[in-house]
């Protein structure tokens, strides 16, 4: 129709491009875990003694104790095979996701790799040995790299105007905190014993300044195990709850990544990457990424809608029966 322009529905500006911030988050994640992985001290002892050995010794069942005892020795007698093989990986998995033709490639990779490292370096994220809580890493970074992985995959294969990964990120953020209110049952210790040992394991890997801290904290929380344990359960319920309200959502997002920040500095000491030792930063970054995730979808989405509610298609004119003279 003459004099009729449709405005055009919003493009989305870059830094809410979905899919790509999601992908490149991703792949830097990947490429700095490769990095970590070629500390000179992943070459030595420190590596098989501190880190390999963990996984397998720490309260592990004793079928899963001895499996993963196995694999610790066999990896410890090839330490500079092992660690450059896992940095050529992971700098591969980080490279693939920033090139098209390989993009697709990379993020089945990382999840097959994501799910090895989870049970062979990772001891399943210590969820069998009841000393696992959110707080201080569980269900294990692997785990959320693979979720981070698949809310990728579900935004590069749906439509742009609706990214499919939402839904998928939605119920990952929801799984996560519902997880760590279920993990402050005792199902094994009591919590004063667990908050205690989490919190002293953290204080070790701190410099001097937060160690100090981390011990206070360990002290408190054994003397109040209960009310702290209700506390931080109730916490992650709701947050687990108020995602799927459109009116909660955007808060209790922002919430959970300020808490998620705490649990970094206290409870994981920053995933240790203080301490020339730590293989990745941690669960907080990738929990971080999915909030943000959750954050900047649904304006764009919103925007996509209000734009066609203002600005419908036409409907075709209607023919008059005079036509009038040029």
Same mark, same amino acid.
């Given at each position: !129709?003459?004099? %009729?322009?449709?405005?055009?529905?919003p493009s989305p500006p870059p830094a809410v491009a979905l899919a790509s911030w999601l992908r490149w988050a991703l792949a830097v994640l990947w490429l700095l875990d490769a990095g970590l992985q070629l500390q000179?001290?992943?070459?030595?002892?420190?590596?098989?003694?501190?880190?390999?050995?963990?996984?397998?010794?720490?309260?592990?069942? +004793?079928?899963?104790?001895?499996?993963?005892?196995?694999?610790?020795?066999?990896?410890?007698?090839?330490?500079?095979?092992?660690? =450059?093989?896992?940095?050529?990986?992971?700098?591969?998995?980080?490279? @693939?996701?920033?090139?098209?033709?390989?993009? &697709?490639?990379?993020?089945?990779?990382?999840?097959?790799?994501? $799910?090895?490292?989870?049970?062979?370096? /990772?001891?399943?994220?210590? !969820?069998?040995?009841?000393?696992? !809580?959110?707080?201080?890493?569980?269900?294990?970074? *692997?785990?959320?790299?693979?979720?981070?992985?698949?809310?990728?995959? =579900?935004?590069?294969?749906?439509?742009?105007? &609706?990214?499919?990964?939402?839904?998928?990120?939605?119920? =990952?953020?929801?799984? %996560?905190?519902?997880? @760590?209110?279920?993990?402050?049952? +005792?199902?094994? %210790?009591?919590?004063?014993?667990?908050? *205690?040992?989490?919190? /002293?394991? $953290? $204080?070790?890997? /701190?410099? $001097?300044?937060?160690?100090?801290?981390?011990?206070?904290?360990?002290?408190?929380?054994?003397?109040?195990?209960?009310?702290?344990?209700i506390i931080l359960a109730s916490l992650e319920l709701l947050l687990a709850v108020a995602v799927w309200m459109p009116v909660t959502r955007r808060w209790s997002v922002a919430l959970g990544l300020g808490l998620?920040?705490?649990?970094?500095?206290? @409870?994981?000491?920053?995933?240790?990457?203080?301490?020339?030792?730590?293989?990745?930063?941690?669960?907080? +970054?990738?929990?971080?990424?999915?909030?943000?995730?959750?954050?900047?979808? &649904?304006?764009?989405?919103? =925007?996509?809608?209000?734009?066609?509610?203002?600005? +419908?298609?036409?409907?075709?004119?209607? &023919?008059?029966?005079?036509?009038?003279?040029?």
């Open positions: !129709m003459p004099g %009729y322009e449709r405005s055009p529905e000179p001290s992943m070459f030595g002892q420190g590596f098989s003694g501190n880190v390999i050995y963990n996984s397998a010794l720490m309260y592990q069942p +004793p079928g899963l104790e001895n499996f993963l005892f196995a694999v610790a020795r066999l990896e410890a007698h090839h330490l500079v095979l092992l660690s =450059a093989g896992i940095a050529t990986v992971e700098a591969a998995i980080g490279l @693939g996701l920033l090139w098209r033709p390989t993009r &697709r490639a990379a993020i089945v990779t990382s999840i097959a790799w994501a $799910a090895l490292v989870w049970v062979l370096g /990772q001891g399943l994220g210590f !969820m069998a040995t009841g000393t696992a !809580m959110v707080e201080f890493g569980a269900p294990g970074s *692997a785990v959320l790299y693979i979720v981070v992985a698949l809310v990728v995959w =579900a935004d590069e294969s749906g439509p742009r105007a &609706r990214r499919p990964g939402t839904a998928t990120a939605r119920i =990952a953020w929801s799984g %996560y905190w519902g997880l @760590g209110a279920l993990l402050h049952i +005792p199902w094994h %210790y009591s919590p004063a014993a667990v908050l *205690a040992y989490n919190l /002293q394991t $953290a $204080a070790q890997l /701190q410099p $001097a300044h937060l160690s100090g801290l981390d011990y206070t904290l360990a002290r408190a929380a054994y003397l109040n195990s209960a009310p702290v344990s998620t920040a705490v649990f970094w500095v206290l @409870g994981q000491a920053m995933g240790g990457i203080l301490t020339g030792l730590a293989t990745d930063p941690g669960t907080a +970054p990738l929990v971080a990424v999915l909030g943000i995730r959750l954050l900047t979808s &649904r304006p764009w989405e919103a =925007a996509v809608s209000s734009s066609r509610l203002a600005n +419908p298609a036409p409907s075709a004119p209607a &023919r008059s029966a005079h036509p009038t003279s040029p």
